[in-house]
């Protein structure tokens, strides 16, 4: 897939975001905490690891507009233009490798399901307010790297949380079926 706007990506992500509200909501606590095998991440553990990862990756995406605000990119009054780039290499690694969570974004299993799609409703909110000063703000040279796929883009980064979902999305389903 190719991103072509701010608002594409926004909405990109967003349908992912649904897509996993929609699977978790009513699920019973027996569902939500279940662990399919010992090591196995349950419903919830997912749902804390991406609330952690939104909350990380919001702090850093807004660390990252300022230094480009900063850096006088912004725009004459529009919208600037994106340069359209897909992630599909990064999907394709995805796919192929298994990957172990850092420490520091590991769930740690005491937080319940209805509290944790409280805090991601929050911090989507928080996000999507910044969607105008991103897309008045050129932020194709601002880098930040990740650990598995090097350095990616401001642009690279926002897209990268709806694929982030759906690969845990994916595994979500993966729990409920065992």
């Known amino acids: 897939?190719?991103?072509?706007?701010?608002?594409?990506?926004?909405?990109?992500?967003?349908e992912?975001?649904?897509?996993l509200y929609q699977r978790v909501e009513g699920l019973t606590d027996e569902q939500a905490n279940a662990h399919p095998s010992e090591n196995a991440w349950s419903v919830t553990d997912i749902m804390e690891h991406l609330t952690i990862m939104e909350?990380?990756?919001?702090?850093?995406?807004?660390v990252m507009l300022a230094k480009a605000?900063?850096?006088?990119t912004e725009s004459n009054g529009g919208a600037?233009?994106?340069?359209?780039?897909?992630?599909?290499?990064?999907?394709?690694?995805?796919?192929?490798?298994k990957y172990v969570a850092p420490e520091a974004v590991r769930p740690s299993g005491t937080l319940h399901l209805t509290d944790l799609l409280a805090r991601m409703r929050a911090s989507r909110e928080e996000l999507r307010a910044l969607q105008p000063?991103?897309?008045a703000t050129d932020l194709s040279a601002f880098t930040y790297p990740h650990p598995a796929f090097g350095p990616l883009?401001?642009?690279?980064?926002?897209a990268l949380i709806g694929l982030h979902e759906q690969r845990h999305l994916n595994q979500i389903e993966s729990v409920l079926q065992a």
């Open 1 to 14: 897939m190719n991103y072509t706007s701010v608002a594409h990506i926004f909405e990109k992500i967003d």
């Open 16 to 19: 992912t975001r649904e897509r």
């Open 55 to 62: 909350d990380r990756l919001a702090r850093m995406m807004k």
């Open 69 to 72: 605000e900063g850096a006088s």
């Open 80 to 97: 600037i233009e994106i340069k359209p780039f897909s992630l599909d290499q990064l999907i394709e690694r995805s796919q192929a490798e």
């Open 133 to 135: 000063r991103i897309e």
């Open 153 to 158: 883009n401001f642009y690279q980064w926002l």
